[in-house]
């Protein structure tokens, strides 16, 4: 099969379309005709061997997969040529992927395929920071770091549809753009933003803050939580190291810092997807959520949507388009 292949870990430069054997699928997986893939930020690391995950070369990458069921298990709800997405750890870039019956997800026909590949990664993410981690509220008002990106659009989007007020933070005026089309309800830069956030929320501060960029800015995040605000910490896309925090903080305003690991999670609890699933689906027909696709490439040129990744070109979800 086609595939977009990590051959030497030495970066998006080495990355190629070759052929890779074809995935021979388990008694409980589904096996997919992949037609769009969702490529994240933990491709672009695993292409330079710095993700917590380490492949064994060659391997496929690719977070996200949507496309057709080629087989399923009996008992498992799928049928062939029935459309789903599904959840790769890596490996979605090609044409075919075998996923565990439960990582996989009927899509609605309101959604195209590409929108499809926008969506497993990053919108259960985004469920899981501000449902389970973050103990969203209808009324809350949100902060988003990188509202630009796949997973800021996806948790301004999730925070609106479950009643909140999601605030984004952006580097520049067109990130800020991108980040109102997605349904934000105000934008800040981040040059200044605890200040601009003080002004918003009356000087209360925000009951939320979806942080996937850390660096500089976490301690001004913490300083604008409200009294029992949490900062759910979900990456470091700044790539200025861990950050960290004096944890007196955190008990003058009562307030917590929470890790978000959504993949460490399901693997240890994979219904919770479905349940996710039904939870979002509502939203997803009824357009509330719907994912912004910024930059699609065609297979041959993954290489590049990973160079416009690493250097903060792309926004929305980037996709890779299979057949």
Known sequence: MRAAIVTT???????????????TPGPDDVLIAVHAAGIAFPDLL?????????PEPPFALGTDVAGTVV?????????EGQRV??????????????????????????LSFEEGAA?????????????RRGGLQAGDT?????AAGGVGTASIQVARAFGARPIAVVSTEAKGEVARAAGAEDVVLLDGFKDAVKELTGGRGVDLVVD??????????????????????????????????KVNRLLLGNTDVRGVGWGAFV????????????????HLRSGALKPPVGATYPLEETAQALRDLDERRATGKVVVRVR
Request: proline share 10%.
């Open 142 to 146: 949100v902060l988003v770091h990188g």
């Open 71 to 79: 087989s399923a298990p009996e008992g498992s709800g799928f049928t």
């Open 212 to 245: 996937v960029v850390g660096g500089d800015a976490f301690l001004d995040s913490v300083r604008s939580l409200a009294p029992e605000g949490r900062l759910l910490v979900v990456g470091f896309a700044a790539g200025q190291g861990i950050p960290e925090i």
């Open 267 to 282: 693997m240890f609890h994979p219904a919770y997807v479905a349940e996710q699933w039904a939870d979002l689906l509502p």
């Open 119 to 131: 969506l497993p990664m990053n919108y259960l993410t985004a469920h899981f920071a501000l449902l």
């Open 9 to 23: 870990p030495t970066g998006p430069d080495d990355v190629t379309a070759g052929e890779l054997p074809d995935p």
């Open 85 to 110: 997405v599904a959840v790769a750890g890596h490996g979605a870039a090609a044409e075919l992927f075998v996923a565990p019956a439960p990582f996989v997800m009927a899509l609605p026909g309101e």
């Open 46 to 54: 695993m292409s330079r061997g710095e993700y917590q995950v380490r």
